[in-house]
């Protein structure tokens, strides 16, 4: 209800800057008292974790862990942050964040802009919460993406004892040549190396951290068989299903539907459920998924679960649909 009140004084601001102050708003709220929310309990078991309920944050949101606290007052079954970066940067020059309200969209370039892992870690260690906490890992823009693996490689040491699990993003549109990553030697050489040093970090710190891999909704079938091979042989625990689209079908000819970046919300929800459909039925149960792309309300959530998602995120709807969404895609689920 209030959020409802207060959308359109934040759509009158940059898109950019109503999600800063936005943050900030809960923050503060936070701190006074005022978020009351209950976690919705409707627990699953996912990965060898215990989910207080299916629905969760998606990375991008709180980038740098900076707002856990009132973000896990919204009652998510569990917080994803990031994604973050060995160092930090400072992502694509402004504009970069685009609504599209005719459509209930979002264009964003981004570019992983965060303040480093390291700052990441402080602000996971000054945080209260005590639930699920994912934590979403990428690579500097500047570092060559024959040499992703030591950015990846980094940020998974250093967080591994901060996070429940570790999400690899190998899909975002606006790093270069990241995407290249999904694909052919680089993917294999990648998860090998990543599989094999969250197994000896597992036995040095006799915790078991799952590894999941986070994928683009913009996959043909070849594609999609092929990464989930990879994922079986590499035995990796869970799958994102999927990132933004380079698609801008459901925008053409509206204000913004040209800009440049990956599109998010209702135009990416049926090409990400078809996506996460094709993982379920190539991967057979063996690894679970996690559906996200285009959730606006509960029903569409129960389709992802219907698609083979074992839990969800949200991020673009609730820019649309305000933090009720969460309770409504619990129900529903």
Do not use: W
Request: proline share 5%; net charge negative; charged share 20%.
């Amino acid at each position: 209800m209030l959020y409802s009140l207060a959308r359109p004084l934040l759509f009158s601001l940059a898109p950019e800057r109503a999600h800063e102050l936005t943050l900030s708003l809960l923050k503060s709220s936070h701190k006074m008292g005022l978020m009351r929310q209950k976690t919705v309990a409707k627990p699953v078991t996912c990965m060898g974790i215990e989910f207080p309920n299916p629905v969760g944050l998606a990375a991008g949101l709180d980038k740098n862990g900076a707002y856990i606290d009132a973000l896990a007052g919204l009652g998510f079954g569990f917080i994803e942050i990031g994604t973050i970066t060995p160092r930090p940067q400072a992502g694509n020059p402004h504009p970069r964040l685009f609504r599209i309200p005719q459509a209930k969209a979002i264009i964003n370039r981004m570019g992983f802009n965060n303040d480093g892992v390291d700052q990441l870690i402080e602000n996971v260690k000054a945080a209260k919460f005590k639930g699920i906490l994912g934590i979403n890992i990428g690579k500097n823009a500047d570092t060559p993406v024959e040499n992703a693996a030591d950015d990846y490689l980094i940020c998974l040491e250093k967080v591994y004892n901060y996070a429940s699990y570790v999400t690899v993003n190998i899909s975002s549109p606006n790093t270069k040549n990241l995407r290249s990553l999904q694909s052919g030697d680089a993917l294999t050489e990648l998860l090998q190396t990543l599989k094999q040093r969250q197994l000896e970090l597992a036995e040095e710190h006799q915790h078991y951290v799952p590894l999941v891999l986070k994928v683009a909704p913009d996959l043909d079938a070849e594609d999609t068989q092929f990464i989930a091979k990879q994922l079986l042989q590499f035995k990796i625990d869970g799958l994102i299903v999927t990132n933004t689209t380079l698609s801008r079908e459901g925008v053409e000819n509206l204000p913004h539907g040209d800009e440049a970046g990956g599109l998010s919300g209702a135009p990416v929800f049926e090409k990400s459920t078809a996506c996460l459909a094709a993982f379920s039925e190539a991967l057979k149960g063996e690894i679970p998924l996690i559906g996200v792309g285009g959730i606006l309300s509960g029903e569409q959530a129960l389709a992802k679960k219907n698609a083979g998602a074992s839990l969800v995120q949200v991020y673009s709807g609730l820019i649309y649909a305000g933090p009720e969404l969460v309770q409504d895609c619990v129900n529903a689920f």
